[in-house]
């Protein structure tokens, strides 16, 4: 199916179309050529999504690329990559939309990056060719450093340096364990291939595989982040433009939960069913450590970025709990995460280029000056804190059910972690948007642009959706195994 590729070429080539009008046309020309690639993304992904009947695998592309050394390029789509797909289509929609007023220097090139980054993470989530999948892996990173590093804060360099060295780290130590796994498979079966469905029978079987599977959980838990592998977060989720911090915190983490979900429980089931107690502890610690963090700062951004690490920590709950409760409340959280946390990225974005400071000391007293944008933050600050009636509180909820199955302790220590981030998201509202107004700062904000109330809008009418009806998402999220062959993948065989 040729859908499949085109959602990876299609926002390169947009975004490559985006570079070459800023180099050549008017300034606003790469922000509309960049708003047409994501409208046709969606339009594309909405003809998929019409399509889709049932479980498994839904759609499949294959094409020779190396086939001496066994690769190529392999595409196959279930409903998680369905939904993961979608998400990542309604991050980068904010992103292009609001950086018109934001980036004027180089925009073009800007642009290129950004949907490069969005064409990276769509080949992640399409990706069964293991050599493929790092391919794509790589692709999202290289231009992400390039959008810290060039559009980032004052000390947008050394995040740049440790979201780069990180992130390199543990995608060198992904393809390590990749090539062992195509060696041990070679040595069982006298063929080389990348071809996921064909590993996984050596994933099962082989006694490396705990080795194996280690070297996906670390990159994995890198990205996500998990603590302890958490320390590239803050800084650059603190020190990155405002879009770079809405794609980074709404999908690019995601990509985290989905290799967990895919490479790791998936491929690897006995492995990681001995991996679970650990991997759920450090959830755990990531949940009630990094929400203490929360409370202590002052940095908006920085705060926005430690609430996301704890949530992401139910993630990891999720997936490890050995539950399809567990699991579907792991992919919901996924999904409300990315739209909550981008939102309260947007108004953290929107605080610093109206005030000209990050620091909550410094605010106060902003709900007269701007009541409507208020309400918004209210509201996501709700979201973030588990209110019922959101998507958040869905996700956070069937985790904990699914936790309890597999261990009441885990499931206690978790939900009190639901408690800080009460504090945390109150006391950001109440040092920002209540209390006495700032003398110089008395009427700071002026009206809120259009846009920015629009992508708000649209979010929360999301979170409110999915927390009324989160049906269709769990209908619709379910993983296919890698024995699992679906009528797409049929017919093209």
């Keep these: 199916m040729l859908a499949l590729p085109a959602l990876v070429l299609l926002p390169f080539l947009g975004g490559f179309a985006a570079w070459l009008v800023g180099i050549r046309g008017p300034a606003r020309m790469p922000w509309i050529a960049s708003l047409i690639t994501v409208a046709l993304q969606i339009l594309l992904l909405l003809d998929l999504t019409v399509g889709v009947h049932g479980e498994g695998w839904f759609a499949h592309f294959s094409a020779p690329w190396v086939p001496l050394l066994g690769i190529n390029v392999r595409m196959d789509m279930d409903g998680l990559s369905l939904v993961m797909l979608w998400l990542n289509a309604l991050i980068a929609l ?46 999202m990173l290289l231009p992400m450093f390039g959008i810290i590093l060039i559009w980032g804060h004052a000390r947008r360099t050394r995040a740049a340096l440790k979201f780069f060295l990180f992130t390199q780290g543990s995608g060198l130590l992904m393809l390590l364990a990749i090539l062992g796994l195509v060696i041990v498979n070679a040595q069982d079966t006298g063929t080389i291939t990348f071809d996921y469905f064909e590993l996984s029978r050596a994933a099962i079987v082989s006694p490396y595989a ?20 958490h320390a590239w977060l803050p800084d650059t989720y603190t020190e990155s433009p405002t879009a770079g911090s809405i794609l980074l915190s709404g999908v690019l983490a995601k990509t985290g939960g989905y290799g967990l979900i895919r490479f790791v429980v998936l491929l690897f089931p006995n492995a990681a069913a001995h991996l679970a107690p650990l991997a759920m502890t450090l959830g755990v610690v990531g949940i009630l450590y990094c929400a203490w963090l929360a409370v202590s700062q002052d940095d908006i951004k920085r705060l926005i970025a430690y609430s996301s690490v704890s949530h992401l920590g139910f993630i990891l709950l999720g997936v490890f709990s050995g539950t399809q409760i567990g699991m579907e409340g792991a992919i919901v959280q996924m999904v409300a995460h990315g739209l909550s946390t981008g939102a309260l990225f947007v108004i953290a974005g929107l605080l610093e280029d109206r005030l000209g400071t990050r620091d909550m000391s410094k605010m106060g007293g902003l709900w007269p000056a701007m009541p409507q944008f208020s309400a918004f933050a209210m509201f996501f600050a709700a979201a973030s804190l588990g209110l019922p009636g959101l998507g958040n509180f869905i996700g956070e909820f069937l985790v904990l059910m699914g936790t309890w199955q597999a261990s009441h302790t885990m499931t206690y220590f978790a939900a009190a972690g639901l408690v800080l981030s009460s504090v945390y998201s109150l006391t950001m509202m109440m040092r920002v948007f209540y209390g006495p107004s700032k003398t110089e700062m008395a009427h700071p904000l002026g009206l809120p642009s259009r846009p920015h109330l629009a992508v708000l809008g649209a979010a929360a009418v999301l979170l409110l959706a999915l927390g009324i009806y989160p049906q269709p998402v769990l209908k619709l999220s379910t993983p296919a195994g890698p024995h699992v062959i679906g009528f797409a993948q049929e017919q093209a065989q």
């Design 94 to 139: 904010p992103c292009v939309y609001l950086s018109s007023r934001n980036v004027t220097e180089r925009a073009g090139l800007f642009h290129f990056l950004i949907l490069a980054t969005v064409a990276g993470i769509n080949g992640v989530f399409l990706a069964t060719d293991l050599f493929l999948f790092f391919f794509f892996w790589e692709l």
């Design 210 to 229: 705990p080795f194996i599977m280690a070297g996906f959980f670390i990159a994995f838990a890198v990205k996500l982040p998990m603590v302890p592998f």
